[in-house]
């Protein structure tokens, strides 16, 4: 599996972006908090209720690892 195991939260941005994390790469999560945002990265088969409990501002599927 290439997804986190576990969620996580990254950045201090004043924007909540929820990343699901299908094999997301580094630069995607560093390019979300040089434009000012928290990322919230979830393993790819989190619920929806987990998701929605960080209040996004948006909600990124992230590109797979090819």
């Known amino acids: ?9 990254t950045g201090e941005g004043s924007k909540k972006i929820a990343l699901l994390d299908f094999g997301c790469k580094e ?10 945002c ?3 990265v979830y393993p790819q088969d989190s619920s929806k209720e987990s998701i929605l409990e960080c209040n996004p501002d948006g909600i990124l599927l992230s590109n797979g690892p090819r």
């Open 1 to 9: 599996m290439v997804s986190t195991k576990r969620p996580y939260v």
């Open 27 to 36: 630069n995607i999560i560093r390019e979300l908090k040089r434009r000012d």
């Open 38 to 40: 928290t990322v919230y």
